[in-house]
């Protein structure tokens, strides 16, 4: 039988590279303001797979075809985007009123919300001052767009909340705007300061788009069919808090009007009680919901892979390609 997609093949081609781009976020960090890096590095060394710059990186070297170490812009761009990421997460952690990320206690749970968003805006402040050290106009101006596009893609979330009979374009318009453009504009931009000709740009785009779709999809399924170890946050997060997520909108679709009461009941009213998660959950599993949300991912993760179908750089496309398949097919 063989291996299940994982990350190693990426992470090995791109661990050098990274580990100066962790430097340059712990530089980054610093501030005369003691609990700025306190905070924003509790939750930057909580781990997380550091995707976001990893592709950052690995788009920057597609070029050569020996793994040529990348321009010292891709770690800057590299750490720009992994701070992006965070501040996106301190500042949801607060309106969800999350208590847990990555299996730890949240910033806002230990800090409090006010001391969160605003090291969240730190973070963007200063993931913004290392995108002008790239020197490419071109390159700010794709990751100010993808940093709106992220907020856009939080609001419509907001405005979906209760209504199970969203249509599924509705949804990927969301999983777009709070997760896949910021994978697009990763690789893109990745690319450009690699010295990639438009061409190869888009064909980064088009594979971050694609790779981040089905990276959310998984995690929105995994809401409903995984157990809190897995995934290092309260399982049933999403229904608690009445969020659309495909898994819903498929099981909604599906349901008859006994159950479209309970969806009603629940989601829309948010009338919950204790038992109704595992009501939630035998819906779904009565309409094979997470399994079709799967194939929903695996046709995303197929996208990235014809995507970087002619790359030059041989072993990166093949770990790339193990990195897509792992999206759609991870337990984590």
Known sequence: MPDKPSLRSLTKITQEAMSEVNKVILDRLQSDVALIPQLAGHLISAG????RPMLCIAASMAINKNNVAPPKSALYLAASVEFIHNATLLHDDVIDSSDQRRGNKTANAIWGNEASV??????????FELMV??????ILEKLSAASAQIT?????????????????SDYFSVIKGKTGVLFAAAAQTGSKVGNGGDELNSCFHQY???????????????????????????LGDDFAEMKITLPIILAWQ??????????????KQGNQTEADFDKACSIINKYNCIERSLDYAEAEANKAIEAISNIPNIELREALVETARFAALRDN
């Open 152 to 168: 856009e893609g939080e609001v419509k979330q907001m405005s979906m909340l209760g209504q199970p009979d969203s249509p599924i």
């Open 208 to 234: 971050g788009l694609a790779l981040g779709n089905a990276f959310q999809i998984m995690d929105d399924a995994l809401d409903y069919g995984a157990s809190t170890k897995q995934i290092g946050k309260d």
């Open 48 to 51: 997380g797979k550091r995707l």
């Open 118 to 127: 605003l090291v969240g805006d730190f973070l963007f402040a200063r993931a």
């Open 254 to 267: 599906d349901s008859n009007n006994t159950e479209r009461d309970f969806w009603l009941r629940t989601l």
């Open 133 to 138: 050290e790239t020197n490419d106009i071109w």
